[in-house]
């Protein structure tokens, strides 16, 4: 299973950081991508962090303004967001892939193993 949290309502310009924990396997074998969902919007993919050191990608609309990283001594995928913009709003939901991240871009959705429920990200303009 995974679970997020560190959403909340934020203004303009400021930060959050998204925690994913892991729980019944090891996160270390697994890929773990995030992806957001607005209203009325599509899911799209955000970021993901492969299990292969030091990989990871981005969306051009975060680029420069999330990182991700893991720690898998806590079985834990952060995404720091710096300079939120209210583009940014939405539901954001973690998801894992055994290896590697997904997709040419990496940041397909398809065959992920596991989904979190998602948590809330708010910012005012």
């Known amino acids: 299973q995974l679970a997020e949290s560190g959403g909340g309502l934020v203004q303009a310009g400021g930060s959050l950081r998204l925690s994913c924990v892991a729980s019944?396997?090891?996160?270390?074998?697994?890929?773990i991508g995030w992806f957001r969902q607005a209203p009325g919007k599509t899911r799209e993919g955000v970021s993901c962090?492969?299990?292969?050191?030091?990989?990871?990608y981005y969306s051009e609309a975060v680029k420069g303004r999330f990182t991700v990283s893991r720690d898998n001594a806590e079985n834990t995928v952060y995404l720091q967001m710096d300079n939120l913009q209210f583009e940014d709003t939405a539901v954001y939901y973690c998801?894992?892939?055994?290896?590697?991240?997904?997709?040419?871009?990496?940041?397909?959705?398809?065959?992920?193993?596991?989904w979190g429920k998602g948590t809330m990200v708010n910012v005012s303009s």
């Open positions: 019944g396997f090891a996160l270390k074998d697994f890929a």
């Open positions: 998801a894992g892939l055994y290896y590697d991240c997904s997709g040419a871009s990496g940041l397909g959705s398809y065959g992920m193993d596991y």
């Open positions: 962090i492969s299990s292969k050191p030091g990989l990871t």
